[in-house]
């Protein structure tokens, strides 16, 4: 049976702190009060207010600092001023994403939750007195100052001009000026920030603002609930939405300069329990003609993906969970293939880049025009090269194999776990396993992993055991290799990562894949196919990753260990079966 936690009260009397009156005393106030015994005893002047917090550190086993001791380690950029000064806290230092953090009050897990999900990183609490800290504070950070507009995105302008009653008035000049403002700031500032979405997201008693960078969300800033209605009418506004529908949803597009680059916006709108969900994914125009090299493909991986491409006919399918770079991919391979001696048409819903010399089809089910319709008008294109955004049923499956097995080159995208995987999802849209054998040239699986960052990574002495077995990093690789970590710094947020890379497997069609396709043979069977044949799986290119320094043990645990355990068991079946 756990044992409790011995009473403050106790803690004080063996402290030699306090007396068992005082500590009588403390108690018959503090519940008269409604207040907690430290605090009461600190106001009646039965104890110090450091005995206290000496004795609060003891209860909870953390420990106890005067932040002049570790003035040198307080870094007040990794928590906005506001929050520092409202709750009296310290920000020591975050590493490998744990948070060094100085508080008085180690009971109010609302703000360390708070902070956990906001900052996301684990908080490691240490203990000070409220007084200390705050004439640290004072000391070191003067006197509270206006926040300045770059700094936060409510100025107190915009919540002076926002009343209660903004649903009703925002029409009105002295409403629109300060939301136009603040929305033309957030999204600038997310293009700034290198996000890829910004999340609106209505909550009970406020509007949740989340950035997503390098595939993780970041909370940015919790706007005022009165602000709601004005804030998300200026983007549907904006998108060219109609603002007065709210029951269904809706999609729209915003077209910004930011720094010299004009950035499209796609905008999607969603009915919510406490009001529209808006999100806006950043569409810049550089980020799918990085090269194929700098998408993270390894030497091997590299040459064989440039001899696909190049094939005269047949499927080539890209396949990954949504926001693991499937469009990004064939879009690099587009830009490669786009010469003047070839016709390339694609089928998209929606057209999330345009390119020069490219004939791209914007699918509009509302009037009928659908993927098979402009698949079939394809042909009759006489194209060479023919994108399908995905492949999402039978219909468009048909036409896609149809006209891959007539002269054309198909690039498309399927949603399945792994590249093996592709084959059964297409047989089970209900495509004979013959077509599928006969007309698919290859699958390739991918995964976006975030890269360290370079300015701030450091080597690993004691990298986690655990993240090592997931990836399946021996105690040789060990020897051999530098491990790297995550610190953090200016330049990635504190987050010890900055930008991201694929990791893929690639199968490529043989004859005993082939056969096994058109026997219907299980997925495991294929795969262990697959992997006798070259194919490495998505674990082994993250673990090539790790050992050159370019990401960490734990993301790739992080992104692939499921897959990748799988693809572990399977390679140990082929072993024995050999």
């Known amino acids: ?34 207040k907690r015994i430290g605090e009461a005893m600190v106001e009646a002047e039965l104890c110090k207010e450091e005995d206290v917090a000496k004795a609060l550190a003891k209860q909870f086993g953390l420990p106890f600092v005067d ?35 100085v508080v008085h009050d180690p009971l109010n897990l609302e703000l360390l939750d708070m902070l956990r999900f906001r900052l996301n990183a684990e908080v490691e609490p240490r203990i000070a007195s409220k007084g200390r800290i705050k004439q640290f504070l004072d000391t070191k950070l ?26 009703a008035s925002i029409d009105r000049t002295a409403t629109d000026a300060p939301i136009v403002k603040l929305v033309n700031r957030m999204i600038i500032e997310a293009v700034k920030m290198r996000a890829s979405d910004i999340h609106l997201e209505p909550m009970n008693d406020r509007v949740r603002l989340r950035y997503r960078i390098d595939g993780v969300c970041i909370e940015r ?20 939405i109609n603002i007065s529908e709210r029951r269904i949803p809706q999609d729209g597009r915003i077209k910004m300069p930011v720094d010299q680059d004009t950035i499209d916006f796609r905008v999607s709108s969603c009915p919510a329990y406490h009001g529209e969900s808006v999100v806006l994914r950043i569409l810049r125009p550089d980020s799918v003609r990085i090269g194929l090299e700098n998408l993270g493909f390894e ?90 955004g995905e492949i999402r049923d039978k219909e468009v499956a048909e036409v896609a194999i149809q006209a891959a097995l007539t002269g054309h080159l198909v690039f498309s995208t399927l949603h399945t776990n792994d590249a093996p995987s592709a084959i059964t999802r297409l047989v089970d849209m209900g495509m004979k ?21 370079p300015k701030c990574k450091a080597p690993d002495d004691s990298p986690d055991q655990k993240f090592l077995r997931l990836t399946g990093i021996t105690a040789e690789d060990v020897k051999n290799h530098t491990i790297m970590k995550p610190v953090g710094c200016d330049a990635c947020n504190g987050s010890g990562y900055r930008g991201r890379k694929a990791i893929f497997e690639m199968m490529i069609m043989n004859q005993k894949i082939r ?29 090539v990753k790790i050992l050159k320094g370019t990401t960490s043990p734990a993301e790739i645990a992080r992104i692939v260990q499921v897959e990748g355990l799988t693809a572990l068991a399977d390679e140990k079946e082929t072993a024995d079966a050999v």
């Open 1 to 34: 049976m756990a044992r409790s936690r011995k009473k403050i009260g106790e803690i004080l009397v063996e402290m030699g702190a306090a007396t068992p009156d005082a500590v009588e005393k403390g108690l018959k106030l503090a519940k008269g009060s409604g």
């Open 67 to 101: 932040p002049n001791d570790v003035a040198e380690e307080v870094d007040a950029k990794l928590i906005p001023e506001d929050l520092i000064r409202k709750h009296l806290i310290l920000p020591l230092s975050k590493t490998n994403g744990r948070l060094q953090l």
């Open 142 to 167: 003067g006197q509270p100052r206006m926040v300045e507009a770059d700094e936060s995105l409510v100025t107190e302008s915009i919540d002076r001009s926002v009343d209660k009653s903004v649903d």
């Open 221 to 240: 800033d919790n706007l005022p609930k009165r602000m709601q209605n004005a804030i998300l009418a200026r983007m549907k506004l904006m998108a060219g």
């Open 299 to 388: 030497p091997e991986n590299l040459e064989a993906f440039n001899k696909i491409i190049r094939r005269p006919n047949g499927i080539f399918l890209v396949t990954g969970p949504t926001g693991s770079g499937k469009t990004t991919t064939l879009y690099s391979a587009l830009d490669v293939l786009n010469r003047p001696d070839k016709k390339i048409i694609t089928a998209e819903d929606p057209i999330e880049y345009a390119f020069a010399g490219i004939n791209q089809c914007q699918v509009r089910e509302d009037i009928g025009l659908s993927f098979p319709l402009i698949l079939r008008a394809m042909l009759r294109q006489a194209p060479n090269i023919i994108l399908v």
């Open 433 to 453: 396993p013959f077509l599928v054998a006969s007309s698919i040239q290859a699958v390739m699986a991918q995964r976006l992993i975030r890269v360290l960052c």
């Open 515 to 543: 056969e096994l396709a058109f026997d219907q043979r299980p997925v495991n069977e294929l795969r262990a196919a697959a992997i006798a044949s070259g194919m490495k799986p998505l674990l082994y290119d993250g673990k």
